[in-house]
């Protein structure tokens, strides 16, 4: 069974949209770490990969680049 243009249309537009932005500052704390040895920090569930921070630090961070399923960041 095919789908039609329109329901495919409608489908791309109900993606989800990353809750931050390139080059915006953000307040968070890191919930966890990462395999890597990065924080991990989430903004309204987003999950923010933010290196030099541990578990428990409360950080000011800003997104240096958003990717489909989560960002990175530094600390400012």
Do not use: C, L, W
Not at 39 to 64: H, L, N
């Amino acid at each position: 069974m095919f789908r039609s243009e329109e329901g495919y249309s409608s489908m791309q537009n109900s993606a989800p949209t990353a809750p931050v932005t390139v080059g915006a500052e953000y307040d968070a704390k890191i919930e966890d770490t990462a395999r890597e040895g990065d924080g991990i920090a989430r903004v309204e569930g987003f999950v923010v990969f933010i290196p030099g921070t541990q578990v428990g630090d409360q950080v000011k961070f800003q997104v240096d680049r958003v990717m489909r399923r989560f960002a990175i960041g530094h600390k400012v």
